[in-house]
């Protein structure tokens, strides 16, 4: 039987994506394989993941999880299309893949699929590029644009979930089946929770305020994201901040998606010098056009020192194993013989692929490090090359 795909960020895992990954084989079938493709050291808001991968691949495990494998770094911390199109081809490539599962605020999957269409015809490009042309930020565009094609339809991209799910679907094409599980409780970055549910947001705040978030996590999760350390961009803040006063117009316009065009680079360059903190910058360099969460996201790429050449046009160059259970090994058996990228479960075997997946890993190994700085205790470099996959 095929493995069903979930693509996430488990930043923390909690109870939301227990339900969801029971819902998938209440739905599917309880024998069905769950093969997780998640962000490692940076997530897309263009901020630090809570803690490490492979504390974050374990709890992932333990909630239902068969194989976690790692969406590289270039993906990871891109808008939603990228985030979408590199989190599916990975799964695809696995050839074991056969269904895509996500959450989503609506539930209705075939409005979603026809938004999808809708966002690849001439029609709805037509619409959006006038809708940018008025100053509006590519969000608030995208939603305009769809909903003169297809009318109240579009409301769905109003979810955050419902918004990835679209660009998922977009992503997956022909070739996966695709299930919409209805998102419980609270909604996206909610601060309050509700009843057994509570929004990522809200946990990873109470966490980092040393506050009890049990009841919305897997027994003793707690206990184990606070052994292993907390990360904080408070404590690279003075590191960003020197990185982006010491970068010109044209260094910002070699950042992906870099607005360079529509003279962003210049804006960039201005908040850079008067910014006292990273929270001025973002809002100094922020306008109706550019988010908050793209303006997070190029300040994180000029700090990783990303250009817009790290995200392979081609797609990622393999598929890493950050963790495993049984299921998973014999996931990772058949692999071997479906998968269309090399499986790495060893750091080592990196040496024996191309220029540009050791390119691509570099840069991860990179990210990694920098991360390290994000901690209380600052962690040594070369973790990608001393920690394994976690196996439960």
């Known amino acids: 039987m095929n493995a069903v795909g979930i693509i996430a960020e488990y930043n923390p895992f909690h109870t939301g994506h227990l339900w969801h990954i029971a819902e998938t084989r209440r739905l599917l ?168 549910f509570a929004s990522a947001t809200y946990l990873r705040e109470r966490l980092r305020q040393g506050k009890e978030v049990a009841y919305w996590l897997e027994e003793g999760a707690q206990e184990a994201l606070e052994g292993v350390g907390l990360a904080r961009m408070e404590n690279i803040e003075r590191a960003m901040l020197s990185r982006l006063r010491q970068m010109g117009e044209e260094d910002f316009s070699a950042l992906p998606d870099s607005g360079a065009a529509a003279g962003l680079p210049a804006r960039l360059v201005r908040a850079a010098a008067r910014a006292e903190s990273l929270e ?39 598929l890493r194993v950050l963790g495993m259970t049984d299921r998973g090994k014999d996931l990772l058996r058949k692999m071997k013989v479906s998968a269309a990228l090399p499986v790495l479960t060893k750091t080592a075997h990196i040496r024996e692929l191309g220029e540009k997946a050791r390119s691509l890993f570099a840069l991860e190994c990179r990210g990694t490090d920098l991360f390290g700085l994000c901690f209380d205790k600052i962690r040594p470099c070369g973790m990608d090359y001393t920690t394994g996959p976690v196996i439960l």
């Open 29 to 196: 079938g309880e024998d069905r394989n769950v093969i997780c493709v998640m962000s490692g050291s940076w997530v897309q808001r263009g901020e630090c993941a809570l803690t490490d991968k492979w504390t974050r691949a374990a709890m992932a495990l333990r909630g239902g999880a068969d194989l976690v494998l790692e969406l590289p770094l270039p993906w990871a911390v891109s808008s939603a299309e990228g985030f979408a199109r590199g989190a599916v081809s990975l799964l695809k490539a696995t050839g074991t893949v056969d269904t895509l599962s996500f959450g989503s605020e609506s539930g209705r999957l075939e409005d979603l699929k026809r938004l999808a269409g809708v966002l690849e015809g001439e029609d709805y490009r037509m619409a959006l590029h006038a809708e940018i042309d008025k100053g509006n930020s590519f969000a608030e565009s995208r939603q305009k644009a769809a909903r003169k094609v297809v009318g109240k339809q579009a409301e769905c991209l109003r979810g955050a979930n419902d918004s990835l799910g679209v660009e998922y679907l977009r992503a997956a094409g022909k070739d996966l089946e695709a299930v919409a599980v209805l998102r419980q409780g609270v909604f996206h970055d909610s601060r309050c929770p509700e009843g057994d």
């Open 280 to 318: 001025e910058f973002y809002a100094l360099a922020k306008t109706r056009c550019y988010t908050h969460a793209r303006i997070r996201r190029l300040a994180l790429w000029a700090f990783l020192g990303m250009t817009g050449d790290s995200r392979p046009a081609e797609g990622p160059a393999y």
